[in-house]
């Protein structure tokens, strides 16, 4: 069923589907890093004094350590929990946000965080570069591409698209690997971060809210 035809209770019950599936991922993460490191194991992002950033600037809570991740966990529970359902679509959402920056941190602190072509976490240097770039004009806005295009063609207008408008893209998931081919049709005038794989496409809200 197509997104367009669905009413608001199922599309409510999809969005809530998918971030108990999310949550699911976070524990067993946590899990895994809480029996390698221990709960005293620091964790956070490297080249920024705000950790974690999104989890931060959404709720206020610093996340320090992994112990700190349980309370996290059960924020999102909560919100999955609340009952008003014009308010289950946007709990999930954020339910969903803060649990992948949580799986997002913890991939950084076993060491498996991505390597070369992708960018990864957007430091707060590169921040605040990108935010003078954005406040003068240079940059006119960013644009967020995910998953993949079905031909090459439709790849080559979106990036047309950007060259003439001077748009900053943040890349995640297949269209990373379509977009790392050192082809300049694809990046002649045009600035990629290719940030990564699935729960690194957190970084784009993060890079909004700050």
Same mark, same amino acid.
């Given at each position: 069923?197509?997104?367009?035809?669905?009413?608001?209770?199922?599309?409510?019950?999809?969005? %809530?589907?998918?971030?108990?599936?999310?949550?699911?991922?976070?524990?067993?993460?946590?899990?895994?890093?809480?029996?390698?490191?221990?709960?005293?194991?620091?964790?956070?992002?490297?080249?920024?004094?705000?950790?974690?950033?999104?989890?931060?600037?959404?709720?206020?809570?610093?996340?320090?350590?992994?112990?700190?991740?349980?309370?996290?966990?059960?924020?999102?529970?909560?919100?999955?929990?609340?009952?008003?359902?014009?308010?289950?679509?946007?709990?999930?959402?954020?339910?969903?946000?803060?649990?992948?920056?949580? %799986?997002?941190?913890?991939?950084?602190?076993?060491?498996?965080?991505?390597?070369?072509?992708?960018?990864?976490?957007?430091?707060?240097?590169?921040?605040?570069?990108?935010?003078?770039?954005?406040?003068?004009?240079?940059?006119?806005?960013?644009?967020?591409?995910?998953?993949?295009?079905?031909?090459?063609?439709?790849?080559?207008?979106?990036?047309?698209?950007? !060259?003439?408008?001077?748009?900053?893209?943040?890349?995640?998931?297949?269209? %990373?690997?379509?977009?790392?081919?050192?082809?300049?049709?694809?990046?002649?005038?045009?600035?990629?971060?290719?940030?990564?794989? %699935?729960?690194? !496409?957190?970084?784009?809200?993060?890079?909004?809210?700050?």
């Amino acid at each position: 069923m197509r997104a367009s035809g669905m009413n608001a209770d199922s599309l409510a019950k999809l969005g %809530v589907s998918g971030a108990e599936e999310i949550l699911r991922l976070a524990k067993k993460e946590l899990k895994e890093a809480s029996r390698r490191l221990g709960e005293e194991a620091a964790i956070t992002f490297p080249g920024t004094i705000y950790s974690l950033p999104l989890i931060y600037g959404l709720t206020g809570r610093k996340v320090e350590k992994l112990k700190d991740l349980n309370e996290i966990l059960n924020l999102c529970n909560s919100l999955l929990a609340k009952e008003e359902p014009e308010g289950k679509l946007f709990n999930a959402g954020l339910a969903s946000l803060m649990a992948l920056e949580l %799986v997002e941190g913890l991939r950084y602190a076993l060491d498996k965080k991505p390597g070369p072509p992708c960018a990864g976490f957007i430091t707060d240097l590169t921040f605040r570069e990108l935010s003078l770039e954005l406040a003068d004009g240079t940059i006119p806005g960013v644009a967020v591409i995910v998953g993949s295009a079905k031909a090459d063609p439709l790849v080559e207008e979106l990036i047309k698209e950007g !060259q003439e408008g001077g748009l900053l893209f943040l890349v995640a998931g297949s269209m %990373v690997a379509i977009l790392d081919v050192g082809d300049d049709r694809f990046h002649d005038g045009v600035s990629f971060a290719l940030v990564g794989g %699935v729960s690194i !496409q957190l970084h784009r809200p993060a890079f909004v809210i700050f």
